[in-house]
């Protein structure tokens, strides 16, 4: 079964909103609930709200709700709370952006409770050394996005990079939404939360192919090894 990340798509159309309050350095250790303010530039809000670049999701009750009729497990629905924005009242009455009190459709973030790790000998990924001593992990081979600049066209050009086969992230059998203890600062899910959020039609979203589930059976076969 493939993994895939939830990412934002960056889409001009749908309200921005950024994170507010305390923050540990973990998404496991962050303070709750959620605060968030919004940003200027529209006032429709989509099903999906990035706040926390990818590594948390503000969704619609009605995104929670699909997700929960169709069992998915690994996931909360917890309130979150808005703050007004912090400039001027005549600056922000020029620009477009949600407003409060908000009336819109009740909004909460979808909170990741269940964690795994990575099989480091079956997934491709450079340990990387941080200036205090520690490590961290960058994955090769997997779908991701890159932005150069284009001189002659004189803009910001984005391209989609494939995955490449046979490399990426793998982790023992599971299924749902999870975050990885190496990449904590991401969301992941299945094949099959992918196929609710994409047959719902939900909005403001974008998956990345990262990787594969690996069952018990093959682990097992692998190590007896069997055929």
Not at 5 to 28: I, L, M, Q, T, V
Not at 64 to 89: D, H, K, R, T
Not at 190 to 219: C, P, Q, W, Y
Request: glycine letters at 8%; a negative charge.
């Amino acid at each position: 079964m493939k993994i895939w990340r939830f990412s934002d798509p960056s889409k001009a159309e749908y309200a921005r909103a950024s994170r507010r309050g305390s923050w540990a350095g973990s998404p496991s250790r962050r303070v709750r609930p959620l605060v968030i303010e919004w940003e200027p530039g529209s006032d429709v809000v989509g099903d999906f709200t990035w706040p926390g670049f990818d590594s948390e999701l503000v969704v619609k009750e009605s995104v929670a709700n699909a997700l929960q009729e169709a069992e998915v497990p690994g996931f909360e629905f917890c309130a979150i709370e808005m703050l007004e924005n912090s400039e001027p009242a005549k600056r922000r009455s020029k620009e477009r952006r949600v407003e409060l009190p908000y009336s819109g459709s009740n909004l909460g973030e979808l909170h990741v409770t269940t964690w795994t790790r990575l099989d480091r000998e079956r997934s491709t990924v450079t340990e990387v050394k941080n200036e205090d001593g520690t490590t961290h992990v960058v994955p090769r081979g997997v779908q991701h996005m890159e932005q150069t600049w284009d001189r002659d066209r004189a803009e910001l050009i984005t391209r989609l990079h494939p995955r490449v086969a046979g490399e990426g992230l793998v982790v023992r059998e599971t299924n749902g939404i999870f975050r990885i203890q190496e990449l904590p600062a991401w969301v992941f899910c299945t094949d099959d939360v992918k196929r609710v959020i994409d047959e719902h039609g939900f909005t403001n979203v974008r998956f990345l192919e990262m990787g594969d589930t690996l069952d018990e059976s093959a682990i097992r076969t692998t190590r007896t090894g069997g055929s």
